[in-house]
């Protein structure tokens, strides 16, 4: 039984005594703001003075008399890791741990290093994350980018709540942008690079802007572009498909190599080429039975009978679109695994898009529909406003990257590192840098980058966490040349570690709560705290002392302070250097 849980329980039970019916409302146990406060606190008894007002003169009145049986029930069992419970106003009854509680604490931490954090609450259940998706023929722009980020986070605190996790992505390799970039290839061969692969990529860039105004701007390659559309999904012309073939191949190449720096993989890659014609079965089929309808030569789900808007499934020339695809999509991820969650991450641009995908799947397969969630995050925005990749000013995410790790290396200018420590650093930098900013805030928000703040080593940035795990390693080996060992002790806790002790355990509990509540930015706040904490106390106290009788286990506490931050790195993507 955990801690949360023994309170729960305690809690409780003084409400039965009081003759409260059980689960008449939920205890929910957080943590007060202000440390002088306690370690828990619960409002339960505000919650409950609504029902039970008569009976107690206020909700502080009620939470007195739920803390006099709390203070009887541990007077009968004595609990170790319970030093006090006071009820305070207006009606908040706050708990105090012992430090017997800490101390056992910090000794979980360091004996379950690189594993401390994680739990079994979603054991054996089944989850896939759909995220990135970037589309061959097209590039690896800032949405992806974010994509990658928040479902990689999410991914990996799925994962620590030890799921069976599936992560997946999702490339669309045939349909009209596809034919659009090889019009472009075909009219613009001449400027083809031969042999450098990174400039063949931006090539494959370049030629999807010329189709793409030119499927704008002219009639005539507006149909040029829709039949060359239906050969490619037809595989009728073999000029065209050894074209298709070659940059659907040099899209997915560099597509690896950008999740290789991301630190992402993928357990399974799907493309629309290979759920188009199932999707489009799909369809035809929900056709007779009303589910779609004919429109103007298409097929057509209804969606403003159902206050949303109408989606074609099936072209005029009878292609599966996107929304066919999607469904096709969804039917495979279920017949490999029959899934408890599907969780599927885009940008907020499709959030009525999907509302008529999930609309659809109610009535098409209802209970997949319930189990799938569609998660959407904002946008990325620079001082030029959105980006665009039909314009050409699209500003890549592999771009962003490598601005960034350029930034970092002329800090490094005087560095002292070998060339290729000081690269491997820069780009683990640039890449937290990143992920950080995107990660800090509640996903859905848009995000407005700022590349100076995003490398500040003053707090509230990743490379400000790194930093701090660097130097937490940093006085752990200066201990270990001092032939000082950790060690823990409850005698020798000082009361001004307090701080750090009483953020530590919550680690586990912020994991849960960002898995629950789809919200990685919760870790981000956490580790940030733990950090200014800690260097706080690095800047006015002295770790390492041979004569110091409690540097033992001020190592000892650095040491569960390096843990925390790196796992909590761990969990959003970050890689932890041991050089900065």
Known sequence: MTIQSTLQDLIQRACESLGVPKDMAPIVLDHPADQKNGDYSTNIAMVLFKSLGASSKSPFD??????????????????PYIESVQAVHPGFINFRLTKKFFTESLTEILDQTVWYGKTKKLWNKKVIIEYTDPNPFKQFHIGHLMSNTIGEALSRAFDFQDAKLTRATYGGDVGLHVAKCIWGIMRLRDEFPQTNERAQVAFLGKAYVYGSNAYEESADAQKEIKDLNKKIFEKSDPEVQEIYDWGRAISIKHFEEIYRKLGSRFDYHFYESEVAEEGKTIVQAFLDRGVFVLSEGAVIFPGEQHGLHNRVFINSQELPTYEAKELGLTKRKFELHDYDLSIVITASEQNDYYKVILKTLEFIYPEIARRTKHFSHGMMRFASGKMSS?????????????????????KMADKNYHEIEKREIAEKVAIAAIKYTVLRQTVGKDIIFDPEKSLSFEGDSGPYIQYTYVRTKSVLAKAKDEGIEPKIKLSTIPDELGTLERMLYKFPEVVERSANEFAPHHIVTYITELAGAFNAYYANNKIVGKRDSESPYKVALTEAVSWVLKNGMYLLGIEAPERM
């Open 62 to 79: 009620l939470a007195e008399k739920i803390t006099a049986r709390v203070h009887d029930l541990l007077k009968e069992t004595k609990h």
């Open 390 to 410: 039909r314009k050409g000013n699209v500003i890549t995410g592999e771009s962003l990257i490598e601005d960034i790790e350029k930034m970092v290396y002329e």
